[in-house]
T-cell receptor, first 115, second 111 residues
């Protein structure tokens, strides 16, 4: 069990460009979450998958954001036409459906900087 | 609107001192999780508390869940420089639900 992995760890892009992040959850975990964290704040929920189904999206997830989990394993988060306000740490977490108390395990995050 | 309020926001103490961090809410949670996060890394789960009044100990760390399941505290005894980090509380409202995080408490333990 290697834990949750995220790639890339850092991304610097120019305003208006598209970016895509990948998350590989813990292998037996069927729930996957995306959060965003800005400096000095706790993580904020973006979206949640159970297997390949996207079950919940935050209003923070504007139409420039899209997330997929096509085979119920890894997930991608794409941001189109990036803005400077998108600069943040993007965190992925996974949990096991049998976990009654929804203990979530986080990856190391992808730090996005939009110039 | 921050549903979970953590205090203090910043704490700087000397090695060997004791400290308590508080996490308060007006909402009831089915469980509450405490995480520790270091710069440039993701949060690492420390403990989950689920029963009102529950107390859990992890070496020098003691976690308590309020009787009404709306608040929690983290007490560290004889803090060490390795305890330095951002401590986050997060509430869940059921299996599969999102976590709602507090703003965090940035702890610095000076040698």
């Amino acid at each position: 069990d290697t834990g949750v992995s995220q790639n890339p760890r850092h991304k610097i892009t120019k305003r208006g460009q598209n970016v895509t992040f990948r998350c590989d959850p813990i292998s037996e975990h069927n729930r996957l979450y995306w959060y965003r964290q800005t400096l000095g704040q706790g993580p904020e929920f973006l979206t949640y998958f159970q297997n390949e189904a996207q079950l919940e999206k935050s209003r923070l997830l504007s139409d420039r954001f899209s997330a997929e989990r096509p085979k119920g394993s890894f997930s991608t988060l794409e941001i189109q036409r990036t803005e400077q306000g998108d600069s943040a740490m993007y965190l992925c977490a996974s949990s096991f459906r049998g976990s009654t108390y929804n203990e979530q395990f986080f990856g190391p995050g992808t730090r996005l900087t939009v110039l | 609107t921050q549903l979970l309020e953590q205090s203090p926001q910043f704490l700087s103490i000397q090695e060997g001192e004791n400290l308590t961090v508080y996490c308060n809410s007006s909402s009831v949670f089915s469980s509450l999780q405490w995480y520790r996060q270091e710069p440039g890394e993701g949060p690492v789960l420390l403990v989950t508390v689920v029963t009102g009044g529950e107390v859990k100990k992890l070496k020098r760390l003691t976690f308590q869940f309020g009787d009404a399941r709306k608040d929690s505290s983290l007490h560290i005894t004889a803090a060490q420089p390795g305890d330095t980090g951002l401590y986050l509380c997060a509430g869940a409202r059921g299996s599969g639900s999102r976590l709602t995080f507090g703003e965090g408490t940035q702890l610095t333990v000076n040698p």
